[in-house]
């Protein structure tokens, strides 16, 4: 498969098309670290909740990764555009509290 190269123009578009599942991959991974963070004992049985934070939040990586956008951090909600400039490859980079893509 090749790998898709956005325009900021595209890079935008597609921002605010997974806007929606970008703010549920970042709650969901914030959730999953304070599950495990409260539970004392990491030896210990890990409640069937943590389960489906896990599961949505997996769905909810394949679904960005799927429009050809990277993570580069769930914590922060922050994604990598591959796009190219003059000649080179490089990203445009957006945090999802950001307006708009504007880096790269």
Same mark, same amino acid.
């Given at each position: 498969?090749?790998? %898709? ?18 703010? +549920? =991959?970042? %709650?969901? !991974?914030? &959730? ?15 409640? %069937? ?7 949505? !939040?997996? @769905? ?18 922050? +994604? &990598? !555009?591959?796009? =190219?400039?003059?000649? %080179?490859?490089?990203? +445009?980079?957006? @945090? ?9």
């Amino acid at each position: 498969m090749s790998m %898709r190269i956005f325009t900021p123009r595209s890079a935008r578009e597609c921002a605010g098309t997974i806007l929606p599942v970008a703010r +549920l =991959m970042r %709650r969901l !991974f914030r &959730d999953m670290v304070n599950s495990r963070d409260g539970a004392g004992n990491l030896e210990g049985p890990v409640d %069937r909740a943590y389960f489906a934070l896990v599961e949505g !939040f997996r @769905s909810a990586v394949g679904r960005i990764e799927a429009e050809g956008v990277r993570i580069q951090n769930p914590h922060t909600g922050f +994604l &990598d !555009f591959p796009a =190219m400039r003059e000649g %080179r490859q490089v990203v +445009l980079c957006w @945090s999802i509290d950001e307006p708009s893509v504007a880096y790269w």
